[in-house]
């Protein structure tokens, strides 16, 4: 049986994915057995020249990891497209913009005027800033462009698969073998399956739950949680109730109250808004009807940072995506 040609092309990304897939260990010779890696630009000394090299198709799975943010990143992730049957979407960057789509915070231009401008330590007083291309001497040199937003891969290109995690866990890499070996016998995944749990993280996650009601918000430096209890219940915001499970919850087993990386449900259309629900069912409803407005505005003051809090992974697809502002 022939092996597959995998290609692995990435974005905006700390390349925790690419160590993620070295991590497989022992593991990694099952991987090597059924595919040959075609293009790792992180791993060896591969080129874009060389992901254009391939003829459309040539490609049997292309892997893409990180946030789509640059004229480049748009590049590889076109030219992945183009050259493989099947895009798999791995990691929380490429399935839903990742931690990088926090950017949308911010416009470009106002990027642009805190690093090269109002910084203490910059003189820049003709606000000069990165060009995409500039002759120095004999030489053109080029810059790839930075858009104006991150985008997760599926806003980009269209995707077949999806596996989320940040980077994905030990147990959901594993499941990534024999997908490979069904699809090198021809056996091709129904699209749009993700390779984790249908199930929310709470419905998988073996800690204690029975009050259904908590009294204020507290931050995980604030205390020391109590081991097998929900850690949502004693206190710390745990998006637990708005997050895919098939992790294996080796935050949670830590006591670290679970981030969001493995992204929504497909039953939630946005993990924030459904997150936010989830608080405001449970915080202060023994008290409620006590409460004046200032008692409710100090719970809620207990949120710190709500967008990074509740979008921290998926900002790029959720409902309100990103920042309007004046370019």
Known sequence: MNKLKVAIALGSTCSGCDVAI???????????????????????DFKIKDLEAFKSGDIDVGIYHGTVRTSTHEHTAHLLRERSKAVLSFGACACFGGIPGLCNLSTKNEV???VYQDTASTVNPDFVTPQTEVKVGKFDLTLPELKDEGKALRDVI???????GCPPTVMLREKLIPILKLVQGGELPPKGTVIASDKTLC?????KKENKSISKIVRTHEMIPTPGICLLEQGLICMGPATRGGCGTPCIKALVPCRGCMGPTAEVKDQGAKMISAIASILGVSEEKDLSAEDVAKLID???DPVGTFYRFTLPVALINKKVGVK
């Open 22 to 44: 070295l991590d497989l260990n022992e593991k990694i010779l099952n991987l090597v057995e059924v595919a040959d890696i075609v293009y790792w630009p992180t791993a060896m």
């Open 112 to 114: 642009f005027r805190t």
């Open 158 to 164: 269209d995707v077949d698969y999806y596996l989320p």
């Open 203 to 207: 419905d998988e996650c073996e800690m």
């Open 302 to 304: 207990g949120i710190k």
